[in-house]
């Protein structure tokens, strides 16, 4: 499991969001085999032994599973490298993410004249489980994006208009907003769009559409079924604000902090 942690600050009149990410560190599991790995269209064989025995034993209270008669095995590493040799120690996967830039939000929103600013914030996500992995995204706060100030100084969590996300980010002249969209090859089906209208139906990734809120509930945005290794799939995530030009947002600096969570499958 990784987390990415992103610190979001915003001044109103200058605004500003600022994303730090607290864990980028990479893992990476070298494995050898003299063997092949053996598929058809119905099956997959993530890796294969050359050895006399071996078997697969277990009971209410406990799984083995055992190999007799491969060579030089076990775990080897250095400041430059790990290796996992044999057939029991190939099956530990990894996941690693890599850490994402800061964002400044532009152009700069009026606490009375009100506005709209946008800035987006990516990462890679790279794998060895054959499985995949899944993403959520969360906020520490409901609302994510408040007063450092003032509890009660907020913008208001985005709100779609039915179950899927909005096409188009909406809001209201006398209200503000904060809402984000993830893009990349990775992203859930509820993210994907129709191309002209719709969200979460086709398989399209309009640029600036399916808007959703945070929340301090994990909420899906990534899932893939398969290895990506050695390179990798890059997400960006876009976020935008609003204040509309019929509503005061009081000034000072809003901060959000969310998570971003990377599961192997």
Partial sequence: MKYLVFSISATITAMAMVFVPILNTKYQILDTALASVMSSANYSIQSDSMNFGGDRSSSASYTMEDTMGEVATGVSSSTNYAM????????????????????TMSPAIGGVSGGTAAGATSFTVTTDDPAGYTGSIQASTSPALVDNASSTAAFADYSPSGANPDFSFTNAATASSFGFSPKGADISARYLDNGTNACGTGSSQ???ACWDGLSTSPKAILSRTTANQPSGTLTTIHFQAASGANHIQPAGTYTATTTVTIVPN
Wanted: a neutral charge; aromatic letters at 8%; zero cysteines.
């Fill in 84 to 103: 996992n040799a044999g057939y029991q120690q190939m099956q530990t996967t990894y996941i690693a993410v890599s850490s994402a830039a800061n964002v």
């Fill in 206 to 208: 309009t640029s600036g």
